[in-house]
């Protein structure tokens, strides 16, 4: 069998050692599936036994990403789901959306545990993708055995699922920062949220693209999909659920020339007045047993500080004048925002500790 | 006299030729002052007559910014506001906040045409000033005489004053962004608008500053002087004059990794409903006469298309879901930001043609 | 006619005006094509009169390239040679290489002048093409007709030539930094020359290709083609004419994260001892006439200082340790290395003023 | 005692776990000793017991880089050698030049394993230091004792040394790229070898600095010290002892506009005829048994693929039309080139496996 094993295990588990588990890992080559295979192969429990991608299948997964020393030895292979169901105890899949549908539904039907990065099991309400995603949903009634992946609040639900949907970028990013105000009933209900989101270009995907050859996104810094990218119902499904009420936002994505990081803006209208020091204290609060999130002392995020971890830096700022919260937000894109997010629900899916094999320091500079 | 000719006209003038305007340019070697050398060097009507930079003083122009190859042979000299006047028929002041005062005092006082790039002037109301740059304005009397230098909308005040007062880098762009619809009275009132403006690092001036260093800004976003920032003011001044009614914004600078570019997303609560095809129109309409102005096809405008230039992109972008306006609006920061729109106003001033010396086509790539 | 003036002229030519040239521009919509558009849009005494790019063919340019907008109306069309030699007298082609030969022929045919940005006409021994590019040249008799277009070292024959090739942004850096030294017989014959070049990424083209995109290239740096790239036998051609004797080249270049600028860092062993002063002044005289060519103060040349621009900029150091002389020689690789000196050979070819069109600042920050 | 657990191993140490070292680090809060930090903060075998850093002192480590989320709760320190050499049994030294000497000898009098990431140890010969440092050394006696701490050429004095240099960056990359082709004696005599190599702007260390504003670096690129840098004397050092003659090099590096990593070019005449694939070989068997030494199949290595870690990889090419090889290598010069060695040593002068917490995948994209 095709096991590999991190080398910070290599001296062998010993006697004692508790037994790990084997974990796929489908689309393994995007730049999600290749965070996945970075950081799994730092996680003290997991071995990484298959990893998938069909263009670069049968390659030398160093050959395709020489940082990726300790995968040294392992190869792509191309995607087949009876062999991912046969090697891998849980599986991760890191497919564009609408494509992992039907490699989901036979995993799940083959009772392995699936964290799905993808799109395809988010939204509760499968009339929603035709209207954003533009195609219709193959396993609706998969829909509602599927858990929201963002375990700030979601964490029992995550620890009994067998499939879990991990939340996209932004919704990561924007979510963790809306919920204490929303949950709390401090948004007023007449005034729609304005979540202005900036993102490094990795949050695209990994393909070929003028559009994002440097000489093109150098100096360059748009919005794009202004009030129609796809991530709206998704945010707008889990405000809902916090706000015991339906919500409509406005949501404007830009592109930034970095490669990793996101940062959300978001300008919440508040019902009542509230000091900026206790809207602090009171995020504080809600996040006091979050490992990830840490609640600023001042006002601005940076995804320059949580780069390459899975943390979720916030910012709070009341403005008096106009009674307005300004929330930013800061995530590592394909840290917290994919497959940072993902390990953190397996360690609860498997009831190990939430931050098992995601401590490690961010890089500096 | 140390007066120096651009070189395309280094023929000499023939007999016919328009005299030319000496100009002076005070703080010639921050961005904007550099930015003014670089487009005044290709100005068909004026000589650079002086060039004063304290740091750099006895200088040459070319050591300091060997891309001023026009400038050859011209040094920077040190400040003293008798020899400008001396010198300068019209003098272009950059410096810091606070420090233009006293020397556009001496200058106007000299029957100078000034156009001062910096914070001094904007304000008409000489109590902001300690509220938002935490000093006492110390000419009051000469805020009266100055004019808001957004061409757009003062042309005609602009080509009778004495002393512009050219606007900050944001609000050139957000101004030309939200004009159209405020000045029409498509905003509600109750709802304050929103703007989340982003701007390269050229914006922050030209000094050392461990912040801005390229391991420090290399994949850094964010924002900054939530709520606070000096620009609010004068945006607020210049909207409350178009509406007609006081008006309030909530304004959020962030810094993106780039050198040049401002981007102002703007969200504004409109009082009716109006189609994205409809608004566009009306902005087409409103900026038919300005040749600095581009109304988009689309919503997104990207400073990249403009850099270099003194041109302004704006893209307006309605959601009928929430019934709000999304306006994108981008500049070069140096460029209609600051020295461009500078000689635009000095154009004007002057009585030549809006866009002389301003043609030129932007960088690509 | 769709012909198209530079709007610096809008008054219209006065009845003195001499008369302009219908100029054309073949692969107008690559970064060479669009950089030719910039600087010939500017240019006094031409009128664009065709552009053509087959992929962009029939939309504006200035929704390809927003930043041209002195382009305004006007439409790239598709590639129809007739049509080209129809509408202009001087043609400027930016082809892949192979791609041009028999589109210039036949401008040739009909007594067009052309300047050919790309490969196919730089080397005079046909029997390098199938060597160094893989195909057999198809008009191997036209290349002695053509001139290679370096003016600082061809200036006669480019005036009465009536096809320049234009060369290659590598050898133009590098020819420009060895001339003076091996023209005067200061390079020892038994060591090789060491080139290492640094190019920015515009220079491999605009086209979509998953290693330029800016997650790709971030942070990244790579020599390429390590003795094998096709600008050496241009280089060692140029370099045994002015030797008068063969050369062999050991030639490295490099992709740096950036957009453009080029950086070449030569290392040339002496025949005999000369000091830095002597060797920068002996350079000095060699280009005292040579409009575009900056020799330094100091040993180190920076692209940044003469982005956008059409000058060359070089540092010279001798190494008395060693006895080797380290050049330093930096160009706009679409500039100097490109459009700009096609521009220039085509003032040549005219009797024009050499720098006409081309004088212009360049960006700074 | 303000010991620090790294939060691996938060459930605190079994009965059966191995003592753990308790470490300081003096310099903490530049790039380098913020990198040993975070390299430090995931060792298994090492408690970090100090961090001084004079500007930060009574800083949290966290405020200055919110990166280092496992140092939470501890605080720079202003430097005091006598309570590092009470806190500390190992110390890394990460000081300017000139500045860690007597701090060294005191720790060095105190039995505290040093090492010193500094410049002050790693020349043997004194006289150098006024020469190339421009200061004379105050405790030359101890450069006897000093071990040049490159581990792949020096493992057994390592091993048993109190006091080991780190070499710089820059004869890092160049030392792993040359030796073995040095040490076979492939190097023609007569003929200097040259290195053009291009570094990362944190190699410049964090200091403000206008030149290393993002709007100065952005676009640009330039070599420094020509012939005259620091290094050079290291390298010069290390080069002869491998070759049994002195060997003098040219050594040109330069900057370029990233933030991490470092690419040295090499070009060695050889003294003999031999092919790429048996140059590449003869590498491969030298470096066989070192674990952080990459061989690439191909010629090119980029410090993009061993960023954030501790490898060096290396590119290997053999001209023919010149006999001469081109040698690239590639490191992060915060890693192999300063904290990753340092901490190799560290794994080495203790008797533990030389990969210990050194072993993380680099950071994709």
Known sequence: MQTHRSPRTS?????????RLRVGVIGASGYSGAELLRLLSGHPRVDIAIAT????????????YPQLTPCQGMRFTALDPRAVAREADAVFVALPPGESTMVVARLVAASRRVIDLGADFRLHNARLYPRWYHWRHRRPAL???SV???PEWHREEIASARLVANPG??????L???APAVSRALAAANVPIIIDAKSGLSGAGRSANLSFQLPETHESLEAYQIGTHRHTPEIEQELARLAGRGMAVTFTPH???MSRGLLATMYVTLRRSVTTAALRRLYREVYAAAPFVRVLEGGSANPKDVRGTNQCAIGVTVLTRTRQAVITSA???LGKGAAGQAIQNLNLMMGWPETLGLEQAGLIA
């Open 11 to 19: 001296p062998g588990p010993s006697p004692a050692a508790p037994p």
């Open 53 to 64: 991608a069909d263009r670069s299948a049968g390659r030398l997964i160093t050959e395709v």
């Open 143 to 145: 829909l509602r055995q």
């Open 148 to 150: 929201y992946g963002l």
């Open 169 to 174: 970028c932004y919704p990561t990013a924007i």
């Open 176 to 178: 963790l920062g809306l």
């Open 255 to 257: 592109l930034v020339p």
């Open 331 to 333: 995530i590592d894109n």
